[in-house]
């Protein structure tokens, strides 16, 4: 166990009021938000569970949040949104701006992974003029890149090129160098489709340099995958299946199955290229248990939700 984990766990114990114990709770969360996905979402319910019987309504979208994040990165698409759409809900009768612009960020990046760009570009706009209004020029950045990448799904590579390079500007002028990362992955795909191997290959490298500096696991897990991906397009294909292979493995590591599947996905696709029936058998096997696997973990998730879900209901009803 980390020694910060040990502190906050040990903080959550120690709690002699359930407003400590939520605030315990919530860091418990952010911490695991990153690091352990399910931990992350159990924390995340807990608190809810809390939150609600407090009546603390910013605690309660922070909770919603939580869940809807690492459902995210759990690959639970559905669970997700219905968890921003909890959190919207609140931030809105707020006027929290910087809330509502979280909520339609991850709103738009969870329609986008389901190839819904219509609609996930709407997210992104309203999540950008939410951001503007709550003076966040981070979270503008971020939201800008995701609007890049809409535009590149769309075919549209110069204004795609464009958003990445001006969420690039923001984060660099920031000192944000894993958000500036981001913004390099976004452009070497522009390259790379462009056949601009080379330079696309380039920007890669310099991004997976900045994720694992800064321990960015999903950047870090994707980066390299488009670098497996990127190699696979330049020919490269033993250094193209090393890459793919190393880095499935370091998504099951870290639980990060929304990186897994995608992996998966590409590796049925490269074999499928080479003509190994065998491979593309293993491989689309793996790609369909995962999604059994996470299935099953989605129902133990739900089953939890749901033992709060009358408590929930009570308080909407009074409040």
């Avoid at 968890?83 to 509502?100: C, K, N, P, T």
């Avoid at 491989?283 to 299935?295: M, P, V």
Wanted: proline share 2%; charged share 25%.
């Amino acid at each position: 166990m980390k020694p910060e984990h040990k502190e906050l766990y040990q903080a959550l114990e120690d709690a002699k009021t359930d407003s400590i114990r939520l605030t315990a709770l919530l860091e418990l969360a952010l911490v695991f938000s990153n690091e352990n996905f399910v931990e992350g979402w159990k924390f995340s319910n807990e608190a809810l569970l809390l939150a609600t019987k407090l009546r603390d309504e910013p605690a309660r979208a922070k909770s919603f949040e939580g869940m809807a994040s690492a459902s995210w990165k759990l690959a639970e698409y559905s669970m997700s949104l219905e968890h921003f759409a909890d959190a919207l809900e609140i931030y809105r009768a707020q006027d929290d701006a910087y809330g509502v612009a979280r909520c339609f960020c991850g709103m738009g990046i969870i329609c986008g992974s389901v190839d819904e760009f219509i609609t996930a570009l709407e997210y992104f706009e309203e999540g950008l003029a939410a951001s503007k209004e709550a003076d966040r020029p981070q979270l503008t950045a971020s939201i800008t890149g995701n609007i890049g990448s809409v535009y590149f799904n769309f075919g549209q590579y110069r204004q795609a090129m464009d958003c990445f390079q001006l969420g690039l500007d923001y984060y660099q002028d920031l000192s944000l160098l894993p958000g500036a990362a981001n913004m390099l992955s976004g452009m070497a795909g522009v390259h790379v489709f462009l056949a601009e191997y080379q330079l696309g290959l380039d920007k890669i490298e310099k991004a997976i340099a900045i994720h694992l500096k800064a321990n960015h696991i999903v950047g870090y897990a994707v980066a390299r995958m488009n670098r497996g991906i990127t190699l696979h397009r330049m020919g490269r294909i033993t250094e193209a299946e090393q890459e793919l292979l190393s880095t499935l493995d370091y998504a099951r590591s870290v639980e990060l199955k929304s990186a897994e599947f995608d992996i998966l996905a590409h590796l049925v696709e490269f074999y499928t290229e080479l003509g190994k029936p065998d491979k593309i058998a293993f491989y689309s096997e793996l790609h369909a248990d995962g999604i059994t696997e996470a299935k099953k973990q989605t129902l133990k998730m739900k089953n939890e939700r749901l033992k709060h879900r009358a408590i929930l209901n009570s308080y909407r009803k009074t409040n």
